[in-house]
């Protein structure tokens, strides 16, 4: 099992900058594919950005790649979710999630486990 713990949300004006961490226990953490998803209000949870066991390979969605960096300390057990020049459309509750077999890396059934969540909130 993985439990997460996400952290670092807030609120930002329009073009800065935010900096999401995922800490995560568990035994299986180091062999777990590890992402961050969004859910506005009224909207279904999207996918925004993953990261393979092994960080050979990041996975993006069209509307963050080039805003956001995903990143994982395996030694830290963190995941974490740099985003720069943040729009009013970013603005959702995020979520960590963790998978001990994805495939697409993107789909959201994939993701067993799951984090509270952390609001993020984008002023214009």
């Known amino acids: 099992q993985v439990q997460l713990v996400e952290s670092g949300g807030g609120l930002v004006q329009a073009g800065g900058s935010l900096r999401l961490s995922c800490a995560a226990s568990?035994?299986?953490?180091?062999?777990?594919?590890l992402a961050w998803f969004r859910q506005a209000p009224g909207k279904e949870r999207e996918f925004v950005a993953a990261?393979?066991?092994?960080?050979?390979?990041?996975y993006y969605a069209a509307s963050v790649k080039g805003r956001c960096t995903i990143s994982r300390d395996s030694a830290k057990r963190l995941v974490s979710l740099q985003m720069n020049n943040l729009k009013p459309e970013d603005t959702a509750v995020y979520y960590c999630?963790?998978?001990?077999?994805?495939?697409?890396?993107?789909?959201?059934?994939?993701?067993?486990?799951w984090g509270q969540g952390t609001q993020v909130t984008v002023s214009s």
């Open positions: 999630a963790a998978s001990l077999g994805s495939s697409s890396y993107i789909l959201l059934n994939e993701y067993r486990y």
């Open positions: 568990g035994r299986t953490f180091s062999s777990a594919a």
């Open positions: 990261i393979t066991w092994s960080a050979s390979n990041t």
